[in-house]
Nanobody, 122 residues
Framework: QVQLVESGGGLVQAGGSLRLSCAVS????????TGWFRQVPGSEREFVAA????????KYGDSVKGRFTISRDNAKNTVYLQMNSLKPEDTAVYYC???????????????WGQGTQVTVSS
C-alpha cells in the first residue's frame, strides 16, 4: 500500500506562485502514475494534473492549463505541482494521488494523501 504526504500549501496573493510536493512511500514509486486533485467544500473533487510513471507524459485540467506544471523525481520518490499565476478560484484543498496506471489516476481510482490547503487572496 502506497502512502502519500503533501506539503507546500499556504496563503498567496493572486498572481503569485506556490510549489506543492508529495512524498510517496510504501512501494516502488516508479511503478506508479501520480496526479493532483483539488476540492472546495460542497463540491466534488476536481482533476488538476497527472503524470505517467516515467514523467514523459502529462495531462491537465482545463482550468489550470498553461499555469500549472506537474513533474516528478523518481530518485526522490516525490511528485511536484508548480502553480503559477494563481487566482482566487484556485483556492482549495489539494490532494496528491497515485495508482499503477495513468488511466486509473484520471478515473480517480487512486490512493490519496491527506491534502494541503492552498488559499489565494484577491
Amino acid at each position: 500500500q502506497v502512502q502519500l504526504v503533501e506539503s507546500g500549501g499556504g496563503l498567496v496573493q493572486a498572481g503569485g506562485s506556490l510549489r506543492l510536493s508529495c512524498a510517496v512511500s510504501g512501494s516502488t514509486f516508479s511503478n506508479y502514475a501520480t496526479g493532483w486533485f483539488r476540492q472546495v467544500p460542497g463540491s466534488e473533487r476536481e482533476f488538476v494534473a497527472a503524470i505517467n510513471w516515467s514523467g514523459t507524459f502529462s495531462k491537465y485540467g482545463d482550468s489550470v492549463k498553461g499555469r500549472f506544471t506537474i513533474s516528478r523525481d523518481n530518485a526522490k520518490n516525490t511528485v511536484y505541482l508548480q502553480m503559477n499565476s494563481l487566482k482566487p478560484e484556485d483556492t482549495a484543498v489539494y490532494y496528491c494521488a497515485a495508482s499503477q496506471t495513468f488511466s486509473a489516476v484520471l478515473a480517480s481510482q487512486v490512493s490519496w494523501g491527506q491534502g494541503t490547503q492552498v488559499t489565494v487572496s484577491s
